[in-house]
């Protein structure tokens, strides 16, 4: 068969030989690719061969050890040099060159975006008018105003409740649906008028971002910063896709190479990335309070930088190494935009909805049964602690369901006017560092195994609490108000 | 782009992915698997062939998620396998590691290796890794029209001269070139 590869009359094609001679077994492809992959001591070929060359073996392994001894670098590096140059070959025969026409603006924005010096600011004024701008301003500010109280309050509300008063006249169960927390007036009224507008804006913008082919150079950007905290730039991907849902980015962190890596974006996915709802929310919570922006902003970031590095010195292993491929820019595609938009809208609500109801039931009965004032009593502790009003404890108790969730409550809080400056910062920090929803939760124990999943939630609830009491501790010594 | 449709692959069709739909796909069919490094359009090109009746479930004994459908060329039924990225048979990733398993242990009758046309040249090691093992690989130069754009021509009868492989030229977004990979599929299987 193929002549192509033949590296003739060196020591390395007369082992390879050899060993293809000696090779007895079926590996279901050639015993050249075989004998190339025993070469180059494939863990998983070598133990493959183990058990089919019974007493050949010893004599294969000679083979290789005595023609690695040969050479001076790894024969990994010189089969694939070599394989290179013949793929060089074969493309220079076929492939020609014309001049190129057009001057590549789209080559010097593309340097730019990587270049630190021009790629921080591009960053910085992306994430201004995409994330603050768009979902903050737009998406939790006017659709949300607009949605909830034009819509939920001023009509919803008060015809459901009519209607119920009509047909239901027990009070007690009335409260199911229009209640405090009631299946409509909270858990619809959290999916649809505050959770729906703002991830339907963070994904379209999300959507134009990616369509253009930007993370890939996001990733080169951040490569650096990455490595000190024992990550590659690959890891950028990941981190990305978390502001979106880091349910999803968990899953992702299998095309990370390294089970280090992979452990490593797990802790601070969990820990430091909010997702799409939490930000919007977060995002509205703070509008109104630049320095409080700041202040969340410099502490999520800070945390994120701290805990990767710190686990970077606890978990063993190599330092990375990045290698990736960059897609062309592009001119972002509408109707890519809206189906991406359109599916992940509808997976994120279809997920939400059945729990936000969920919830809402959980709630009512645990009020009837007395156990819901028993667990707000119970954080009530570490909700003090980190200097907040007892009210507070319900929407951390929110956030135990989903972190989305528990933003969402604090927002009625804020709106309550129940907050100052500094407690809502703190509230928004230590509920961001809080811990990831249920689904999280599975995902990182059906990706990392009990052990590890278990351990990461229960690192992130004390750590979380930590912050905050820190950043209380901190804002009330200096005598910061937000 | 391609890693959230390879995220959202596993969230397509995840309510019909566990248990009983897996046994729809009967073992005698004839079996592609498509190969390839991340972002040159795999999950692309293998909704254009599949369709629907996809399947997504993990690999046996691993986390990394694989999708099969089926899809008619000519007279023949196949089964088509989307692998996770990988850059050669040599593996650095968990991904690339069940790509290759994959490679190994299914008996495939067509192996399509798909590349960025742009980046032949740096893709092709793999191609020839491929041959090299004695697959049946038939070699999809994709966004071709991309490869046009900034100036490059590729001789493709030469091409499938020097490498003694069917190459088509493909974009598979638009589905440009996808016709006569399937004849090239065809021809392929009749003379093995």
Redesign the interface.
Known sequence: ??E??KYTGDILEMSLEKIELLLKGD????K??IG??LL?E?E?IISLAKSKEAEKFTQIMEIVAHTKAHFHEPL?YII?QR??E???R??G?????????RLPFKEKLSRMMIHPLTGVPILLLILYYGIYKFVGRFGAGIMVDFIEKDIFEKNINPWITQILTSIIPWQMLRELFVGEYGVITLGVRYAVALILPIVTTFFIAFAII??T?YL?RLALLIDRLFKKIGLTGRAV?PMV?GLGCDT?AT??T????TKRERIIATILLALAIPCSAQLGVILSLLEGNPKGLWVWAGIVSLVFLLVGFLSSLVLPGDAPSFYM?I??LRLPKLS?VFI?TY??VK?YFSEIFPMFILASVCIWIGQLSGLFSLLTRALNYPIHWIGLPDKASVAFLFGFFRRDYGAAGLYDIKKAGLFTGNQLVVACVTLTLFLPCIAQFLMNV??RGWKTGLGISVFILFFSFSVGFLLNLALNILGVSL | ?N??N???K???SSGSCCGKKEEVIEGNLRKIAIVG????GKSLLFNRLTGSYVTVSNYPGT??EVSRGKTRIGQDEFEVTDTP?MY????????E?VARTL???E?LSIVIHIV?A?????M??L???L?????PVILVLNIID?AEK???????R??EK???IPVVATVSTTGRGIDILKGRVEEHVRNM
């Open positions: 068969m193929s192509i590869c590996y279901g492809i050639s050249r690719s190339l992959l180059q494939d998983e990994s694939s394989r290179q013949e793929a060089s074969i493309v025969a076929s492939v020609e060159h014309l001049p190129e026409t990616e369509d082919g890939p991907i896709l999803m899953m992702v299998r095309t990370l190479p491929e897609p062309p890519n991406k599916t992940r997976w059906k990706e | 782009m890693f959230v390879k995220l959202f596993g969230f397509k490094s991340p972002n040159v986390t990394v990225g050669s048979l040599l593996p650095i990733s968990e991904e590691r490679l190994l242990r008996k960025d742009k980046n032949l040249e740096r092709l090691p191609t020839l890794q041959i090299e093992a004695n697959l991309e900034i100036g490059m021509k590729i001789n493709i030469n091409l020097d490498l003694k």
